[in-house]
């Protein structure tokens, strides 16, 4: 899991030259995910960068908050400021998008050599484009082993989209790939709120892509995103009924370093 690698130990930074060396430290600690959903329908990616493991951060925060009580109420306030800081910082959406590939056409309708061509095309395009712009922010490469690249399989109701699949692999043989299912995200829940358990979700609706879809939609949109930073403009720009598959792209990521194997997921299909 993410935990395992760890973050890079904080450097003890002078006067001279502190921010830039808290921004290096930053970035040392930064894990970049580029996720995919293939469906040629409602084709998603989503570019996240990840700060910090969950874990690693709690324990900063449990003892950042004891030396702030020891300091007195004065020492407490910026010491949560802080926290919430870089809390939000943790998980950042860097670009995504939500797309029909092939708009004009019934996803039957689409001959293999279609599907893909328009695949290749996005891949050149906006998603190419995505990388680069985030290369300032510390994002590595499309062909590099730091990029982890997450690959939705498809199931066999959507057996066509896996020419996508084959697609995606081969584009990031580079990257560090994995294929995942949706038994990672499928996972995820609060605490405090036991009702959006997928349990729930299948009891709701009557397949189970709809209790898939709509469990990641609801934990997303109104739970898990409004917690981190965000690139506004994305998420106003995923059109309403592909809202969905987005949040699906986010979770798939959260699922996989929540519960999957970094070492074995390459193998599980």
Known sequence: MLSSRGPTP??????????EGA?????NRDRWFLSF??????FAFALLRIRE??????????AVAAAAAAG??????????ALNSETREGLYLAAGAAVDLVPEKKNKEIPTVERVGAAVEYLRGPVAKALEAAAADGCPAWDSPELNVVVEFQMGANAP????TIVLLTHFAGAHTFLVGPAYKNKLWYRSRPDLKHCHFIERYKSLYTANKNHAKALYFDHIGPLFDHRVDVLHSVPSRLRKDFADCV???????????????????
């Open 53 to 62: 493991p969950a874990p690693d951060l709690f324990a900063r925060a449990v």
């Open 23 to 27: 921004a290096e430290t930053k970035k």
């Open 251 to 269: 979770l798939q990521v959260l699922g996989f370093l929540a519960y999957g194997d970094l070492e074995k997921a390459a193998k599980n299909f």
């Open 161 to 164: 989209a896996r020419a996508i």
């Open 72 to 81: 007195g109420a004065s020492a407490l306030q910026p010491a949560i400021q």
């Open 10 to 19: 904080s450097k003890k930074l002078g006067s001279a030259g502190g921010q």
């Open 37 to 42: 959903d293939c469906a040629t329908k409602s």
